[in-house]
T-cell receptor
């Protein structure tokens, strides 16, 4: 079982739609959680950190469920420019921690 | 506001040639990383350096060497390039705390013929 698992998609949605991605993690020592976005053949860019109480940044909302060991990303009012691959990232442990990247979920937003 | 800078951005090599990819960060981060990403695939960790003076193998270290030259710079060397090493290489850095995310350079696109 992979330490971080995501549905690879692709998710095909029309502009203006709301779309949600889930990510599950298996290591109970996971400490910190992030969503990154990666455009085709570009570097991953930090989209947002995920906090225990949930957090929002404009049209993006991230949630963490420690009991069930998953995080989610909700995108409201999708734009064409949201088309990208979304990576779930987990930092495991403290001190000498390690970072695990999910394989990503592809999103296509269509006009 | 450079962040993580990688050079070169593109390179074509012949099989058997050697090359060093350079990475520098100006965020005073302790940890630095080298990843490769093949088409349609996820990131795979090659080597990392948790702090200046230390380096450790990642998931796919064979065929590569690294040097943590100082706190800012972390280089990746291909001693004898092989076509299987054709990939996009990303360097990243992060702070010491678990709560801190990695920040990536914009990559080196390497083709080996």
């Amino acid at each position: 079982r992979k330490e971080v698992e995501q549905d690879p998609g692709p998710f095909n949605v029309p502009e203006g739609a709301t779309v949600a991605f889930n990510c599950t993690y298996s290591n109970s020592a996971s400490q910190s959680f992030f969503w990154y976005r990666q455009d085709c053949r570009k570097e991953p860019k930090l989209l947002m950190s995920v906090y225990s109480s949930g957090n929002e940044d404009g049209r993006f909302t991230a949630q963490l469920n420690r009991a069930s060991q998953y995080i989610s990303l909700l995108i409201r009012d999708s734009k064409l420019s949201d088309s990208a691959t979304y990576l779930c990232v987990v930092n495991i442990g403290a001190g000498g921690f390690k970072t695990i990247f999910g394989a990503g979920t592809r999103l296509f937003v269509k006009a | 506001n450079a962040g993580v800078t990688q050079t070169p951005k593109f390179q074509v090599l012949k099989t058997g040639q050697s090359m060093t990819l350079q990475c520098a960060q100006d965020m005073n981060h302790n940890s630095m990383y080298w990843y490769r990403q093949d088409p349609g695939m996820g990131l795979r960790l090659i080597y990392y350096s948790a702090s200046e003076g230390t380096t450790d193998k990642g998931e796919v270290p064979n065929g590569y060497n690294v040097s943590r030259l100082n706190k800012r710079e972390f280089s990746l060397r291909l001693e004898s390039a092989a076509p299987s090493q054709t990939s996009v290489y990303f360097c990243a850095s992060s702070g010491r705390q678990t709560s801190q995310p990695q920040h990536f350079g914009d990559g080196t696109r390497l083709s080996i013929l």
